[in-house]
């Protein structure tokens, strides 16, 4: 019975490594760009729990994020508070959680992806062409930061810190809920929906509540991303920003705790560098998805082992007994 | 009342041209079961394609031909190198073709840059017929004509042709179709390249109508995904109906709630999910 479990002694290691990164990073850019990440590490997370664990795979909710980002930045921009702001934008981006998953529910597997699509693209019409009510193309400018408890988050070592609170609060509840009978009863609609059923389970409503979590998550990564970046535009609800995240949970692999997070690194780390030397960041992101999908659809981290015990075998021309599959069939 | 007549024949125009692009969507969701996130992509690509032809002073129905011609040549390519490769896993496809819309996008925006290109109406299509007291405008009524051509050749051929035969057999049950001796493959990859020329068909007609610009390919890939849900997936008389219905619902909704037009176009769409999820003419989802 040791303490120190290999496990244990990682989660400790990434936590003081996190805990202590303004130190060693020094530079405030460096410090942004971790905020990044663990914002869209959020986002992403709260995106695999449909994605990874419920097996329906959304590409409209940038739209539920922005909601919570406009909702806010709106009631900021009529005078409010922000904790009364942030409540209630967190309110607004269930309800609409609720209607997203009321409509997308009435298909599974594709039907859901394009019911999904459409809505997103509904929000982003609205944001976009509402313009008397959200600005339109223009966006809304979000004046200053909150602090709460006195302390203000405006230096880029504070806000990384209230990111990082958030983020770890994120992956706590991650690494609870997945454990807990409702998240095995997730996995069991995605795996078997028909035997769940039959079991006795209220699918539907099991996928309801999984909608409404993840969009909860999005809803707060919207809320860090107003503040991060103190503005909001309809870009955000664009369905390339949606395709960035889920790429992000994709990459990374499903269905995992720590693959969306790994995928969010990647993909803003390398939105960071490629847009520093070229401009086409879609075109790259493009071509990151197809090989992806193409080449290893598990995720980046299980996809590269994989290729390289096989070029492994390949090269050393051992390939005698074929190993048989031990992924488990559906 | 000459507003309401313009707009109504602006409705049908973009009616029929929406037909020709969500005829080939719908073919391919019925047969291959996937939403081709690629088919706005398409319509962009072969506008593009169309206004270099035409700058070239080529025929504008020799443009949009070879424009035509072209995308089926890129289809095809792409059905059988790339997604042929994730045959069976609809997802991945599914993904797949979102992948290369963003690069087609940005190789668009590359080459043609972000400036809208606008051809002129072709000279033996301009002007108007004059029946009574009212002015017709002759280039929308030959998109219609067009478009009700192309809708009558695409069901002959599905309705009374072996081809055709061959193709409801694969949309109803693709398994037991392959047992037959049906080549199922080679239909999809048909299939998607004949989408894919209706596709750039359609862009090249909407061109001196709509403009090309970026970001054209995910402004007509909802709408063609809209028709589809309303008429039902792999129902060429359902992708009619409901490119209509769109074509009119846009047309009027933009000239009465403006703001809000882009939403109101979503509606029909809602409550056809909610009623009556298969679409309008459309069978169960299997």
């Known amino acids: ?25 020094g530079n405030p850019y460096y410090i942004n760009v971790a905020s990044q990440i663990l914002f869209f590490a959020v986002f992403a997370l709260g995106l695999n729990v449909i994605v990874g664990y419920g097996g329906l795979v959304s590409l409209g909710h940038a739209g539920l994020a922005a909601i919570a980002g406009y909702t806010a930045a709106l009631m900021l921009a009529a005078g409010h508070g922000h904790f009364i702001s942030d409540f209630a934008a967190i309110l607004v981006t269930l309800a609409a959680s609720a209607v997203f998953a009321v409509l997308s529910l009435r298909g599974t597997g594709i039907g859901f992806l394009m019911i999904t699509l459409a809505i997103g693209q509904i929000i982003w019409g609205i944001l976009y062409r ?190 005698g007994v074929i190993p048989a599959k031990t992924e488990p069939t559906p | 009342m000459n507003l309401w007549l313009t707009l109504a024949v602006n409705s049908i125009s973009l009616g029929g041209l929406l037909f020709l692009l969500s005829a080939g969507f719908s073919l391919i969701f019925g047969l291959m079961r ?9 319509f962009m690509l072969g506008a593009y394609l169309g206004v270099s032809a035409l700058n070239w002073h080529i025929n504008f ?27 069976g896993q609809e ?48 280039y929308r009524l030959v998109i219609l004509a067009v478009a009700i051509v192309i809708a009558i050749g695409l069901w002959l051929m599905i309705d009374w042709t072996r081809l055709g035969a061959m193709i409801r057999a694969g949309v109803d049950d693709a398994p037991i ?45 909802p709408l063609a995904l809209i028709v589809v849900i309303l008429g039902g997936t792999g129902s060429l008389l359902g992708a009619l109906v409901g490119s209509f219905l769109i074509g009119f619902l846009y047309n009027f909704g933009q000239a009465m709630f403006p703001d809000l037009a882009y939403v109101i176009l979503f509606l029909p769409m809602l409550l056809v999910l909610v009623l009556r999820p298969q679409g309008l003419f459309g069978r169960a989802m299997p």
């Open chain 2, 34 to 42: 996937i939403p081709n996130l690629l088919h706005g992509s398409f």
């Open chain 2, 91 to 138: 997802l991945a496809q599914v993904l797949l073709t979102l992948g290369l819309s963003f690069i087609v996008a940005d190789v668009c925006l590359m080459i043609w840059t972000g400036d809208p290109w606008q051809p002129a109406t072709p000279e033996h299509l301009r002007g108007a017929v004059q029946v009574g007291t009212l002015f017709f405008p002759i």
């Open chain 2, 61 to 87: 129905w020799v443009a949009a031909l070879l424009s035509a011609l072209a995308m089926t040549l890129i289809g095809g390519l792409i059905e059988r190198f790339l997604l042929r490769r994730l045959a």
């Open chain 2, 177 to 221: 179709a392959r047992v037959v001796g049906i080549k199922v493959s080679q239909l999809f990859t048909l299939i998607f390249s004949l989408g894919a020329a209706l596709a750039a068909f359609a862009g090249v007609m909407g061109a001196p109508y709509l403009s090309v610009y970026p970001g054209l390919d995910f402004e007509m890939l």
């Open chain 1, 1 to 25: 019975m040791s303490f120190l479990t290999p496990q244990r002694a990682a989660i400790a290691a990434a936590l003081l490594l996190l805990v202590t990164l303004p130190i060693w990073v």
């Open chain 1, 130 to 319: 509402w313009s008397s009510l959200t600005n339109g193309d223009n966006g809304v400018n979000v004046s200053g930061r909150p602090a709460p408890f006195g302390i203000s988050l405006a230096s880029a070592d504070s806000f990384y810190y209230a990111t990082l609170l958030v983020f770890l609060a994120a992956v706590a509840t991650m690494a609870v809920f997945f454990r807990s009978p409702f998240g095995a009863s997730l996995r069991g609609t995605r795996d078997q929906a028909r035997r769940m059923t039959a079991l006795g389970y209220n699918v539907w409503l099991i996928r309801f509540l999984a909608i409404l979590i993840s969009g909860f998550w999005s809803g707060v990564a919207g809320l860090l991303f107003i503040y991060y970046n103190q503005f909001i535009s309809p870009q955000v609800a664009t369905l390339t920003a949606s395709a960035e995240v889920l790429l992000m949970v994709i990459s990374g692999g499903t269905a995992t705790l720590l693959g969306p997070i790994a995928g969010a690194a990647i993909v803003v780390i390398m939105k960071n560098v490629v847009s520093a030397y070229i401009v086409r960041w879609n075109l790259v992101l493009g071509v990151i998805f197809v090989l992806i999908i193409t080449f290893m659809p598990e995720g980046l981290v299980p996809g590269s082992v994989r290729l390289w015990r096989t070029a492994w075998r390949k090269l050393s021309r051992r390939d």
